[in-house]
C-alpha cells in the first residue's frame, strides 16, 4: 500500500524566516501532490498543489518543489507571518489509495 | 452556497447510545470520506465512498457504519458509543474524476462519558 512520510513533525521559526516540510512516498503512480492547511479549530484547507508533470509551483510566498525520481515532495514557505501558524498536512494520491502525512505543526515566533 | 455540512458541531452523550453524525455537501461531488482526527494530530481514514450505494472501510479500525442512499449525504453511525470513540470527525468530499481535491466540513466533536 501507499506510505508516506512526513518530517519534521514540529517546526518552530523566526517571523521572516523560511520553513520547509518534506513529505516522502512510496507509490511511483502517485500523480497529484497537494498540502493543506489546518488553524487551530479550523478545518484542512488546500492551499497548494503539484501535478505529476511539473517541478516546481509557487503562489506568493508558499511553493511546492516535486522530486518524483526520488519520491518526494516539499512545501516551502518564505517570509513566515504569524497567521502561518498552523498544521499542515501532505496529501498522496496513489494508484489506490489516498493517504495524508503525519502532520506538521508550525509555530511562528515573533 | 455550495459547501460541505456537518452536524452535530458538538456532541456529549453516555456510553453504550447510538449516535449519528451527519453530512451532507451541495457541490454534487462523487466521493465522500470521514476522517478522525484527535485536535492538531493525524487524520485517519475510517471510512469512504465513491459513489451512492458504495461504501468501503479505510486504514483505522472503526466500530462505526456509513450509507450512501444519496449522492449529497453519507452519515456515519455508531451503534453503541464508547469513551475511546471521543474525538473530532471531519467528512470531506471531492470530485469523481482527476485530482481529488478534498473540501472538508467543520467536523463534529463528540465526547463520549
Known amino acids: 500500500g501507499e506510505n508516506v512520510e512526513q518530517h519534521p513533525s514540529t517546526l518552530s521559526v523566526q517571523e521572516g524566516d523560511s520553513a520547509v516540510i518534506k513529505c516522502t512516498y512510496s507509490?511511483?503512480?502517485?500523480?497529484?501532490f497537494p498540502w493543506y492547511k489546518q488553524e487551530l479549530g479550523k478545518r484542512p484547507q488546500l492551499i497548494i498543489d503539484i501535478r505529476s508533470n511539473v517541478g516546481e509551483k509557487k503562489d506568493q510566498r508558499i511553493a511546492v518543489t516535486l522530486n518524483k525520481t526520488a519520491k518526494h515532495f516539499s512545501l516551502h514557505i518564505t517570509e513566515t507571518q504569524p497567521e502561518d501558524s498552523a498544521v499542515y498536512f501532505c496529501f498522496i494520491q496513489g494508484a489506490q489509495k489516498l493517504v495524508f502525512g503525519q502532520g506538521t505543526r508550525l509555530t511562528i515566533n515573533p | 452556497e455550495a459547501d460541505i455540512y456537518q452536524t452535530p458541531r458538538y456532541l456529549v452523550i453516555g456510553t453504550g447510545k447510538k449516535i449519528t453524525l451527519e453530512c451532507s455537501q451541495t457541490?454534487?461531488?462523487?466521493?465522500m470520506y470521514w476522517y478522525q482526527q484527535d485536535p492538531g494530530m493525524e487524520l485517519h481514514l475510517i471510512h469512504y465512498?465513491?459513489?451512492?450505494?458504495?461504501?468501503e472501510k479505510g486504514d483505522l479500525s472503526s466500530e462505526s457504519t456509513v450509507s450512501r442512499i444519496r449522492t449529497e449525504h453519507f452519515p456515519l453511525t455508531l451503534e453503541s458509543a464508547r469513551p475511546s470513540h471521543t474525538s473530532q470527525y471531519l467528512c470531506?468530499?471531492?470530485?469523481?474524476?482527476?485530482?481529488?481535491?478534498?473540501?472538508f466540513g467543520a467536523g463534529s466533536r463528540l465526547t463520549v462519558l
Open positions: 465512498s465513491y459513489g451512492v450505494n458504495s461504501t
Open positions: 507509490d511511483s503512480a502517485s500523480n497529484y
Open positions: 470531506a468530499s471531492s470530485e469523481g474524476s482527476g485530482a481529488n481535491v478534498l473540501t
Open positions: 457541490m454534487g461531488h462523487d466521493k
